[in-house]
């Protein structure tokens, strides 16, 4: 079972510490700070670049912490939040099926997360050899799980669509 989290901790960390230093740096084919802020922009997240550094720093920082099985479910929640605001934003009108650009990836993440806050990082994590389990109590990651879907409702109310041009109102 330990084997199990690990492999699935360290697909999940990787991948979205992948997605992140996308965002973050341009990595991997991805647009760094200022295309992905051009991105959120047209989504109606503004200012677009200030959406994108904190997308990424979630990503990144999400994705380490459960790499490492450290922080209890604060990785996995931080994944969770990004994820549930992608649904909203982008795949949610998509349909269901990846190949459609819908949700169905996005789901998986979450199901991953939420599988791994809710049993706890397992014997191969930082949490495990500094001895704090404790983080994974139950009702802690109810509350934090609670507290992302919040953060992404927030977020998902908080987008504006664009001001008309200067040409427009003439």
């Known amino acids: 079972m330990n084997i199990a989290f690990l492999i699935v901790r360290l697909i999940l960390g990787l991948s979205f510490m992948a997605h992140g230093t996308q965002k973050l740096f341009g990595w991997f084919g991805g647009g760094g700070i200022t295309g992905t802020g051009d991105f959120f922009e047209g989504l109606g997240f503004r200012p677009g670049k200030a959406f994108a550094a904190i997308a990424a720093v979630c990503e990144t920082l999400g994705g380490f912490l459960t790499l490492l099985g450290a922080g209890g479910a ?6 969770v939040l990004v994820m549930l605001t992608a649904i909203g ?9 990846v190949s459609g650009g819908g ?4 789901s998986a993440y979450i199901a991953a997360a939420v599988a791994i806050a809710y049993a706890g990082n397992g014997l191969y994590s930082v949490d495990n050899w500094l001895g704090l389990q404790f983080l994974s109590d139950p009702l802690q990651v109810s509350y934090a799980f609670a507290a992302a879907i919040i953060v992404a409702a927030l977020n998902l109310v908080s987008r504006r669509s664009a001001p008309p041009s200067a040409g427009a109102a003439r």
Do not use: D, Q, T
């Open 74 to 79: 604060l990785g996995p929640v931080l994944i």
């Open 89 to 97: 934003s982008v795949h949610y009108k998509r349909g269901f099926f």
């Open 103 to 106: 949700w169905e990836l996005n």
